[in-house]
């Protein structure tokens, strides 16, 4: 039998302990925002961040997550989600798995999961706390507090780019005044 971790002896000699130095997975929602562009004054596609109010990074924006708690990773998204931005979502089959990548040396693994986009109005709610010090739809890519999610934030503006996707995520740029009474008129 092969172990990926390190094995030590027991104390008492008799059999080897055998250490697994498993990841910490972490959960990272990605999620769309419909709401106006501040510079375009169109109804679009943003993209959901949050100001950390924890160290690491804490003052920079970053995509909503953290780690999970001996729970479907899909669940733990959504959990996280709804902490940090309060944004409730119950159906973890709207949960799709975007990325998945190690850093720290492998200590970590983080699983990218995106969701369907949700309306600027699903944001009112939100009350700054230890975790979170604001949320901030942005739309254009900017570095965000982590390398791994900068480069998600790229790959999701990118993505809006492809008739197809946006045609899924419904992103068409239409002038405020085109569409029906909303929150956001």
Not at 20 to 29: K, Q, R
Not at 75 to 91: P, S
Request: glycine share 6%; aromatic share 6%; proline share 9%.
């Amino acid at each position: 039998m092969t172990s990926l971790g390190t094995s030590s002896p027991h104390n008492s000699g008799a059999q080897p302990a055998i250490h697994y130095l498993n990841p910490t997975p972490v959960v990272v929602a990605i999620v769309p925002v419909r709401a106006v562009n501040p510079a375009s004054g169109l109804l679009e596609l943003g993209l959901l961040t949050v100001e950390r109010g924890i160290e690491p990074q804490v003052g920079h924006l970053a995509l909503p997550g953290g780690y999970l708690e001996y729970e479907d990773w899909r669940a733990g998204l959504l959990r996280e989600l709804f902490e940090e931005t309060t944004v409730k979502i119950d159906d973890v089959s709207c949960v799709t798995l975007r990325g998945a990548m190690s850093i720290d040396n492998n200590r970590k693994v983080i699983l990218f999961g995106s969701l369907p986009p949700v309306e600027h109005s699903d944001l009112r709610n939100f009350a700054p706390h230890r975790e979170c010090s604001r949320i901030e739809v942005i739309f254009e890519p900017q570095n965000l507090a982590f390398p791994t999610h900068t480069e998600m934030a790229r790959l999701f503006f990118d993505s809006l780019r492809v008739p197809e996707v946006c045609e899924e995520l419904s992103c068409l740029r239409m002038p405020k005044g085109q569409f029906p009474a909303s929150p956001l008129s």
